[in-house]
C-alpha cells in the first residue's frame, strides 16, 4: 500500500500533507509520521498534516502529528501550507484569493490565499490565564508575565502565551548567542509545563522589528513557528517591548504579525510552498 503525499514548507518548518478528506481519521499513524518525518529513514518533515473533512460550518478539518508522534492542538506554518495545499487539491489557480474555514484543536482557524501567493491567518484570541497555557508558574486565574523560571542553574524571566499551544517565550539581548539545543529540551520538559511547551528567545531589534529563535514541542529545533512567532507578539506587547505590528525574523525568514486592537485577535503572513509530491509507502 503506498499513499500520495506532497511536501510544502512555511518559511522552512516543513510538512507532509496528506490528502485526507475521504475520512475522518488520519490514514496513517502517529508512529508512522514518526517514520515519514525522519530525514535519514523517511521523507523528512517537522510533521504531517492531514486535510480532514470539516466539522460543523467549516471547510476542512486539519490534524498534526509532530515529528515526534505528539499531536499538537494548532500549527501556523502548517495552516498556511495546508490551505495552499487544499487550493492546490481543489484546482485553483495561484491568484485565487479565497478564505478557508478550518477546524482544528485550537478552535476555528481562517487562513486567507492572497493575490501574491503569501497566505495571512487568523490565528484567532491569545489565551493568557496559568491554567490556559497550562503552567503551574502562576496562580490557575492568573497571567504569567516576566516570572522566574529556573532552569540549567539559571533564572530566566519567562512570559507564556498559549495560541491553542503552549508558547514560554524570554527576552534576550543576543539571540544567536542562546544555546538553544541545551536549554530547549530542559524547558519542552520542565515540571512546571504538564503538557511541555514550545520554547521562543526573542531580541526585540526595534519596536516593530523581533528576531526570534525556537525550540518546539515534539519537534526540536526549526527554522520557523508561525504560533510562537504571534506568542512572542503578544509576549512582546503584554511587557510593553513591541508594537502590536511587528517583523518577526525567523532563521528561515521573516512573518509579519499583526494583534489587532479592534478584535484583539492576531494575523499571520507569510508564504507557503510546494517542494515536491511524492509516493510512500505505508511503514509497518
Ligand atoms: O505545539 C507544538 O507541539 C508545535 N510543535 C506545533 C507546531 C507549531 C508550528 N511550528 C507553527 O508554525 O505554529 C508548526
Redesign the pocket.
Known amino acids: 500500500m503506498t499513499s500520495q503525499f506532497a511536501k510544502y514548507h512555511?518559511l522552512g518548518?516543513d510538512f507532509i500533507l496528506v490528502d485526507n478528506r475521504h475520512q475522518s481519521e488520519p490514514c496513517i499513524t502517529p508512529e508512522q509520521a514518526v517514520k515519514w518525518c525522519d530525514r535519514h529513514f523517511g521523507i523528512g518533515a517537522?510533521?504531517v498534516i492531514f486535510a480532514l473533512p470539516g466539522q460543523g460550518d467549516t471547510d476542512y478539518t486539519m490534524r498534526?502529528f509532530?515529528s515526534d508522534g505528539?499531536e499538537?492542538?494548532?500549527?501556523?506554518?502548517?495552516i498556511r501550507c495546508l490551505a495552499r495545499f487544499i487550493a492546490d487539491l481543489e484546482g485553483r489557480s495561484a491568484t485565487d484569493t479565497i478564505a478557508y474555514q478550518i477546524h482544528t484543536l485550537a478552535g476555528v482557524i481562517i487562513p486567507k490565499l492572497e493575490a501574491d501567493g503569501r497566505v495571512t491567518v487568523d490565528m484567532g484570541l491569545p489565551r493568557l490565564l496559568a491554567k490556559e497555557i497550562p503552567t503551574t508558574l502562576a496562580e490557575a486565574e492568573e497571567k504569567v508575565i516576566s516570572r522566574s523560571l529556573e532552569v540549567a542553574g539559571q533564572t530566566w524571566e519567562v512570559t507564556c502565551v498559549s495560541m491553542g499551544?503552549?508558547h514560554c517565550i524570554t527576552f534576550v539581548d543576543d539571540v544567536a548567542a542562546v544555546p538553544l539545543a541545551v536549554i530547549g529540551p530542559q524547558f519542552e520538559h520542565h515540571s512546571v509545563f504538564p503538557q511541555r511547551t514550545?520554547t521562543e528567545f526573542i531580541e526585540v531589534v526595534k519596536s516593530d522589528y523581533l528576531k526570534m529563535r525556537v525550540w518546539?514541542?515534539?519537534?526540536g529545533i526549526?527554522l520557523?513557528?508561525?504560533?510562537?512567532a504571534c506568542a512572542s507578539l503578544v509576549a512582546g506587547v503584554l511587557t510593553e517591548r513591541c508594537d502590536r505590528r511587528a517583523t518577526v525574523e525567523l532563521p528561515g525568514g521573516c512573518l509579519e504579525i499583526e494583534w489587532s486592537a479592534a478584535d484583539d485577535r492576531l494575523y499571520m503572513t507569510g508564504p507557503a510552498e510546494l517542494v515536491f509530491t511524492g509516493e510512500m509507502g505505508y511503514p509497518s
Open positions: 512555511g518548518n517537522d510533521g498534526i509532530n505528539s499538537p492542538e494548532m500549527c501556523g506554518n502548517g499551544n503552549p514550545n518546539e514541542r515534539g519537534a526549526t520557523a513557528c508561525g504560533t510562537g
